[in-house]
């Protein structure tokens, strides 16, 4: 894999509007957002021994996971709104689940407090701040990233000469993307892919023997949910 910068605008953070419920619903949480800084806090014990030769020695004895969100207040949108009504409460109350998912599809599920709230305030000739301090409740749930389910296309001629299909059945609302690239690529699970182009079946695809026609089944977040690779052959062109 080709190294490249990781983006911010590629995380994807939702939270649980519906904590007492037997189901979670996660709402996405990015309208209006700005900022969303998650952390693990080591708490360290930094004490120099004898044996160090004057040097100290941290070993880390615990932590705590945070995610720190910051933005502008959207008003009607259901994130912000849920987390807006949680100012009031107390204990329990005031407690949620996050689910905060990186660009490789690294995902991190925490039980966390709502603290800090902030949905008012700043300058006559700004928009209304909105912040909110998620503090995490125990040890989250880390799922480290693997390698996106096969999708199972059919691949076959296009109707017009130089172009190509493929068919494939995506889950409920989830929706089908390609693309060509010369080499194999690789995908994970509800990781983020940038190029992608949307896919209705059985459209023509202008393609050449030789290339690989990547094809994803994406999620309502336009996360990666299935994946398939396949190096083109001329059968496969029109």
Not at 149 to 162: F, H, N
Not at 218 to 234: P, Q, T, V, W, Y
Request: charge should be negative; hydrophobic fraction near 35%; charged fraction near 15%.
């Amino acid at each position: 894999m080709a190294e490249e910068f990781s983006l911010n605008n590629r995380v994807l953070l939702k939270v649980d509007t519906t904590p007492a419920a037997s189901a979670r619903t996660y709402v996405k949480l990015a309208k209006g957002i700005t900022s969303a800084v998650d952390s693990h806090n080591d708490s360290t014990d930094d004490t120099a021994y004898l044996d160090g030769g004057g040097y100290g020695n941290s070993d880390v004895i615990g932590k705590q996971y945070t995610c720190a969100v910051s933005g502008h207040r959207v008003i009607g949108n259901p994130a912000q709104d849920y987390i807006v009504g949680l100012q009031s409460e107390f204990g329990d109350d005031a407690k949620t689940w996050i689910q905060y998912t990186k660009p490789n599809g690294l995902r991190i599920t925490a039980y966390v407090s709502a603290t800090e709230i902030v949905d008012a305030g700043g300058d006559a000739n700004t928009k209304t701040e909105f912040s909110v301090n998620f503090k995490g409740c125990g040890a989250p749930t880390i799922t480290q990233p693997t390698s996106a389910p096969a999708l199972t296309p059919t691949i076959a001629k296009g109707s017009v000469v130089g172009t190509t299909k493929f068919t494939a059945t995506p889950a409920g609302t989830n929706t089908l993307a390609y693309k060509l690239s010369s080499a194999a690529k690789t995908a994970n699970l509800y990781a983020h892919s940038v190029g992608l182009i949307a896919y209705t079946p059985d459209a023509n695809i202008p393609a050449a023997a030789g290339q690989y026609l990547n094809m994803y089944e994406l999620d309502a977040n336009g996360r990666i949910a299935k994946f398939a690779s396949h190096e083109l052959i001329a059968a496969d062109i029109a």
